[in-house]
């Protein structure tokens, strides 16, 4: 299973709204990501976790709040968003070393927030 | 630090050939290219990891630079599946940096 499935496909959120993002892959590896992708803009990373521990955090506003309570599961927990945090939000999973192997990208959650 | 991608977009007919360049002003542990389609998620195409590395598979292929600083991806006898945004990425200490992408379309 070559797989990374996210959560929903599509969200839209008010601003005093709560959600989750949640992410799976049962690839084994133990590195994964969120990213955030505005339109005709590359993926810009901003949580990493490797071994279920928080390793990068892009200094992401509060409001977005990551957890990974096992080695195939990633949450992204939204609160209090604004208009301009729509995008498109890639997970993806790696073998841990990212700088020498592939990342897998999962199918994306398209958010807009209201 | 970002890497810089040369050039912006290509529009080929199909058949012809594309080089999508991608620098750096410090040596880099590797490079990755991915492909994103129009509403896709992007998907992996080669990891270059050692200078003057040359690799490829079908029609694309890529390499690296002696310097490391400088990978060039080479897309001969393109076809319509070839179509889509190209990115190239670096990374360090699984931070992952992405150029601002090249927008490749071909056409019949």
């Known amino acids: 299973d070559t797989e990374v499935t996210q959560t929903p496909k599509h969200l839209v959120m008010g601003m005093t709204n709560k959600k989750s993002l949640k992410c799976e892959q049962h690839m084994g590896h133990r590195a994964m990501y969120w990213y955030k992708q505005k339109a005709k803009k590359p993926p810009e990373l901003m949580f990493v976790y490797s071994y279920e521990k928080l390793s990068i955090n892009e200094s992401v506003p509060s409001r977005f709040s990551p957890e990974c309570p096992n080695s195939s599961l990633l949450n992204l927990h939204l609160h209090a968003l604004q208009p301009e945090d729509s995008a498109l939000y890639l997970c993806?999973?790696?073998?841990?070393?990212?700088?020498?192997?592939?990342?897998?990208f999962g199918p994306g959650t398209r958010l807009t927030v209201l | 630090q970002q890497p810089v991608q040369s050039p912006q977009a290509v529009i080929l007919r199909e058949g012809e050939d594309a080089v999508i360049n991608c620098s750096s002003s410090k040596a880099l542990y590797s490079v990755h290219w991915y492909r994103q389609k129009h509403g896709e998620a992007p998907v992996f195409l080669m990891i270059l990891l050692k200078g003057g590395e040359q690799k490829g598979h079908d029609k694309i292929s890529a390499s690296f630079n002696e310097k490391k600083q400088q990978s060039s991806l080479y897309l001969t006898a393109s076809q319509l599946s070839y179509s889509g945004t190209y990115f190239c990425g670096t990374v360090e200490d699984n931070d992952m940096r992405f150029g601002a992408g090249t927008r490749l379309t071909v056409k019949p």
């Open positions: 993806a999973s790696s073998q841990v070393d990212g700088s020498y192997n592939e990342q897998f």
